[in-house]
Every structure is written in structure tokens, then in C-alpha cells.
């Protein structure tokens, strides 16, 4: 089973891991700073470096509790034991985490439930059963961004599943269910703004994230509307 290192510390952009098993869509690893595509956050990108080597890793995906680097077709593969240097693109990571993080506060934003989201570098979405009005994207804009600039600290928090399952207001995207059965369940927290269960890599402070802009709403059935967001720099 891999380390996550990911979950403990989402700023790590380097490590030295070594090859667990090799496959013929990539590697595992004994330890991973990659993010695997889950909870609507895209898998990461980025390189391994070996004695003698290197190769691309095209994404990353979960494969049971490891995680699987996939590396490019033609790029030539690590052997198991071999001991890597691991790099994560970071530039688009951090748009990841900015753009994740966002995700959370316009849920905050706009009052309906979560149906679906997605996060991308250039524009990230989420779904919502809207009840009332539909809300004006120049409103939503504005609201996300006063959130954004009190600069709140944005930190895990870890409960068990039976906590979980005695408040399901914390599981706001019912179509990204947090993995439970492993006794506890990750809590993602913007203080004052938001508390809901989330497995994804996010910046530490809102403040981080810079100016959003919510550019586009669209119209996906009777109560349904998505919400598209761009950062701004
Ligand atoms: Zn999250």
C-alpha cells in the first residue's frame, strides 16, 4: 500500500520513491507525491528520474489502495526496486489546488446541493439543484472573491465513518462520495466558510487562490445549473 504524501503535505513537489511493481501502464511506487484522479480533481503529471533513465508520467490513476503512474508508450520503464527521483508538474498542480479550493468556496456561495464538479487548470464547474433564483454570474463572482480575499486557513480534519454517517450535511456532492470503510473519513475545512468531506489537494489559505471569475452559467435541466469558474492569473 502506497504512502500518500500527497494527503499529508499538497505543496511537496519532489521526492525520492522507489518502484514497487512494475506494469505495463506504469509503476507503483512505495510512496507517492502524484495526486490520482479522484474526487473530480484530474490525476497529476510530471517525471521520473532513475541512474540511467527517465520517463513522463502521462497521469495518474488509483489501482486498488496504491496508485499507478502512468507513464508514456515509448518512455522506458524503471524496474521494480529501482529507486527514483519523482517531480509533480507543479504549475499545473497548484492551478489544481487553486481551482479545488475555489470549488469549495462557491459551494459556500450558492445555496442548492452539489449534483457534480470538476476541476480542470483552465476552467473548473460544479453543479448544483438550485430550488430559489438562479443567481446572476456577476453576483457569483463578486461573493466567491469577498470570501477568497479573508484570506481563511484551509486545513484537513480527519472523523470516523460513523460520525460521518450521523451528519450527511458534510457530504455535499453526492456523485463524489468519500471512500469510506477505512474507518475514518478526510474533512476538508475553510474556516467560517465550509466543512465537507473531500480526499483532494487544496491550497492552505483562501487567500491563495487570487481573484475567480465565474464566466458561464449553464442551463442542465429543470432545477439543474452548472457554474463555471476561470482564476483570473
Ligand atoms: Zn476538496
Known amino acids: 500500500m502506497v504512502e500518500e504524501l500527497f494527503r499529508q503535505d499538497a505543496y511537496l513537489k519532489e521526492a525520492e ?4 511493481a512494475l506494469e505495463e501502464r506504469g509503476v507503483r511506487l512505495d510512496r507517492s507525491i502524484f495526486y490520482p484522479t479522484g474526487g473530480g480533481q484530474p490525476g497529476d503529471t510530471g517525471l521520473l528520474r532513475w541512474d540511467g533513465g527517465e520517463a513522463r508520467v502521462v497521469d495518474t490513476v488509483k489501482a486498488g489502495d496504491d496508485v499507478l503512474l502512468v ?6 520503464r524503471p524496474a521494480a526496486g529501482t529507486v ?3 517531480t509533480i508538474d507543479w504549475a499545473r498542480r497548484l492551478r489544481h489546488m487553486r481551482m479545488h479550493t475555489a470549488l469549495h468556496v462557491m459551494s459556500a456561495v450558492i445555496k442548492g446541493d452539489v449534483t457534480g464538479g470538476q476541476v480542470g487548470a483552465d476552467r473548473s464547474r460544479l453543479d448544483f ?12 463572482t463578486e461573493e466567491i472573491n469577498k470570501l477568497i480575499a479573508l484570506d481563511r486557513p484551509v486545513t484537513p480534519q480527519w472523523i470516523t465513518d460513523q460520525e460521518l454517517a450521523a451528519r450527511p450535511e458534510l457530504v455535499k456532492t453526492m456523485s463524489v462520495r468519500p471512500p469510506m470503510g477505512a ?16 480526499g483532494g489537494t487544496h491550497v492552505a489559505r483562501t487567500g491563495e487562490i487570487g481573484r475567480v471569475e465565474c464566466v458561464k452559467i449553464e ?7 452548472r457554474f463555471i469558474i476561470t482564476l483570473s492569473s
Open 17 to 20: 520513491a522507489t518502484v514497487t
Open 71 to 76: 507513464l508514456a508508450p515509448e518512455a522506458t
Open 84 to 86: 527514483l527521483h519523482t
Open 129 to 140: 439543484n438550485l430550488s430559489g433564483d438562479v443567481p446572476v454570474k456577476e453576483w457569483v
Open 183 to 198: 474507518g475514518r473519513v478526510r474533512l476538508l475545512s475553510i474556516e467560517g466558510i465550509d466543512l465537507q468531506a473531500c
Open 219 to 225: 442551463n442542465k435541466g429543470k432545477m439543474n445549473r
